[in-house]
């Protein structure tokens, strides 16, 4: 116990030294091959406090589930705001259930994008009518959100704007194919380039966020909002290739140098043990998803 009281002090105080280097999450350290998560970093509990992290909010088309002031202040705190294709008609939706004077104080999306198939010319025109720009992305080999995130990409380089984080607003329902395609896009993302290395692309469903760990160490702060939460979640999940060898400590249920594989061992439904951090040390990339309590009415 005094022994792993010690270890968890220096990895924590490593934690920190890495933290204040970088100051922001998701930075791969050129030294020592750890990144630091910290979803507080742009997600607020508290929508007052303010986000000093770049980030790109992107809706997909899907239901718009969370919280209305907490969309208000995310989408509004955002350095780019994208709807995707039929995701238009989904903001359109949220924006027209919010009370009129609190529908005025909403930024326009920066970009409509997609091959326009889920999207009437109705709420097309009427955003291209209030200054949002539409980019028509009609190629069939690739998803609307993949060619979201290009287009996305060109803007950033054009402003020279360095992104920390891409948050695509969806939904893990419906359609399982959409489902995986999002996580392949998350894939291509890595393997394609298609977004500078140090911005992360989240994907928020209801009150989950999802996102990929590359091989090495990760230091993941589990919010305190999370940790009190008595129906906390977390799981890693190996999508694409089995993990060879995962090793956690902050976990319910930790691995120790254990395989993630399908058909052999997939950590779901795993949880917190109460810790501050959760560090992960992964051989192969591995999908993982928390709970992010207070998103959604409960
Ligand atoms: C091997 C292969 N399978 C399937 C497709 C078809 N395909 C892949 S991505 C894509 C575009 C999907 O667009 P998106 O807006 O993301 O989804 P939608 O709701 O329009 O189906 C299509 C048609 C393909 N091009 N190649
Ligand atoms: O059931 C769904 C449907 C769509 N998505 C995501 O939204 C974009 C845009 O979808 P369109 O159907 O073209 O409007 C799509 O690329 C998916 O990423 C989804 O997640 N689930």
């Given amino acids: 116990m005094a022994i792993n009281g010690g ?12 933290y204040m280097q970088h100051n922001y999450c998701g930075q791969s350290c050129s030294v020592v091959k750890c990144w630091q998560w910290n979803i507080k970093r742009f997600i607020m509990f508290q929508t007052n406090k303010t986000i000093q992290d770049k980030y790109a909010v992107l809706i997909l088309n899907r239901p718009i589930s969370q919280n209305p002031d907490f969309v208000k202040s995310f989408w509004n705190n955002a350095s780019v705001r994208m709807a995707v294709d039929g995701g238009t008609a989904r903001w359109d939706t949220f924006l027209n259930q919010l009370p009129e004077d609190v529908q005025k104080t909403m930024k326009l999306p920066d970009f409509v994008t997609g091959d326009f198939d889920s999207l009437t010319e109705d709420v097309l025109n009427k955003y291209k009518k209030k200054g949002t720009k539409t980019i028509r992305t009609p190629d069939q080999n690739n998803t609307d959100f993949t060619k979201a995130l290009m287009e996305l990409n060109k803007h950033c380089q054009q402003e020279n704007l360095q992104l920390d984080h891409v ?6 329902s419906g359609r399982l194919d ?7 896009t998350l894939h291509l993302v890595k393997v394609d380039n298609l977004l500078n290395p140090n911005t992360t692309v989240y994907i928020l469903s209801d009150d ?12 993941i702060s589990v919010p305190e909002e999370t940790r009190q ?22 976990l319910k249920w930790n691995l120790d140098n254990q395989e993630l594989k399908f058909g052999e061992l ?16 992964c051989s192969h990339v591995i ?11 409960e």
């Fill in 208 to 219: 989950s966020i999802s996102w990929l760990l590359s091989p090495g160490d990760h230091v």
């Fill in 229 to 250: 939460h008595r129906r906390a979640w977390c799981s890693l999940v190996p999508i694409g290739t089995p993990c060879e060898s995962v090793t956690t400590s902050g």
């Fill in 178 to 184: 959409h489902i995986l395609a999002n996580i392949q």
């Fill in 287 to 297: 999908l993982w998803s928390m709970r992010v309590p207070h998103l959604i009415s």
């Fill in 7 to 18: 270890i968890n002090n220096m990895v924590k105080k490593l934690s920190n030294i890495l």
């Fill in 167 to 172: 948050i695509a607003v969806c939904q893990n």
């Fill in 266 to 281: 997939v950590s779901t439904s795993n949880t917190f043990d109460g810790s501050e951090f959760v560090k992960i040390k």
